[in-house]
């Protein structure tokens, strides 16, 4: 079966062949692409065992040359290419403004990576980054039991469990506290203002 046939180009040659050549295995590369991305993330997996960079951490100067870049550079070439030559464009302009394309394809793509992974890096939370701050009582403290404080972590507020480092201590809704330590991922506070010869 000849695909090019199947899409309606079974009549190109010369340029407009490299140009269709592009813009199918880009499309098909795609598609390909968003269906492992439906099926549960398995295109990572997959692309690790094939040594293909899709690590968002990477310096941006790699980022453009991940699988989905290519990808992208690939699709756009093809489509832009083509498009133009097909319309009596010369071929030289054809060619310059499908490289043209595709490379903002690319940079646009590793742009688009740089953005999701700072959301992804400052949702990352480090609760660790919480001792030593200053909370409100959200949910009161019992002496023994577990409430809630709301105390900012990396720029943000956050509402998480807390205990009293003293077992007898009791906080109300409202009252100001200070984180001293985290134990089992819960907040252990003291009293704004106590100092540590004061404990």
Known sequence: ??????????DVTGLDLLFASAALVGGLLFIAWFFLL???GLAGGLLDGVGVDVDMGADLSFKAFTFQGIVAFVLMFGLVGLALSRSDMHQMVALLAGTAAGGASMWTMGKMFQVF???QSSGNMNIDNAVGMNGTVYMRI???EVGQIQVEVQGAMRTLDAVAKDPEAYFKSGDT????????????VIPY?????SE
């Open 38 to 40: 439906m099926i549960g």
């Open 193 to 197: 203002g106590q100092t540590s010869e």
């Open 1 to 10: 079966m000849d695909l090019f046939e199947w899409v309606g180009l079974g």
């Open 177 to 188: 506290v200070t984180v001293k330590e985290i134990i089992a991922g819960r907040m252990v």
């Open 142 to 144: 019992k002496p023994g």
């Open 117 to 119: 992974y700072s959301v």
